[in-house]
């Protein structure tokens, strides 16, 4: 069974860090592009920043370039976003997506969605 499953959200300060994980099973991440997404209350999900399957190519949005960090771990079936200067217009649910096409910051093309953290910020 093909899962996701996020951990890491949580309380943090503005000008706080937190990173999140994302633990892959029932496939192998190898062949996949991932993405991480969130979405706030009362807005549309929004991407976050996508990285190739190859790890070779990384796309950020403009409102966290420069904060944000997106790795993967293919060894070990994970991925992770690295949040540093969190302000509190970072405050929503984040979520990790795949899609097998090599390299897609799209939303819709995501076929496989974990459940979401909670990351509020706050001072």
């Known amino acids: 069974q093909t899962q996701l499953v996020e951990s890491g959200g949580g309380l943090v300060q503005p000008g706080g860090s937190l990173r999140l994980s994302c633990a892959a099973s029932?496939?192998?991440?190898?062949?996949?592009?991932i993405g991480w997404f969130r979405q706030a209350p009362g807005k549309e999900r929004e991407g976050v920043g996508c990285?190739?399957?190859?790890?070779?190519?990384?796309n950020y949005a403009d409102s966290v370039k420069g904060r944000f960090t997106i790795s993967r771990d293919n060894a070990n079936n994970m991925l992770y976003l690295q949040m540093n200067s969190l302000q509190p217009e970072d405050t929503a649910v984040y979520y990790c997506?795949?899609?097998?096409?090599?390299?897609?910051?799209?939303?819709?093309?995501?076929?496989?969605w974990g459940q979401g953290t909670q990351v509020t910020v706050f001072s």
């Open positions: 997506a795949v899609t097998d096409y090599f390299s897609s910051c799209t939303q819709g093309n995501y076929e496989y």
């Open positions: 029932g496939f192998t991440l190898d062949n996949y592009a």
């Open positions: 990285i190739s399957a190859s790890g070779g190519s990384t």
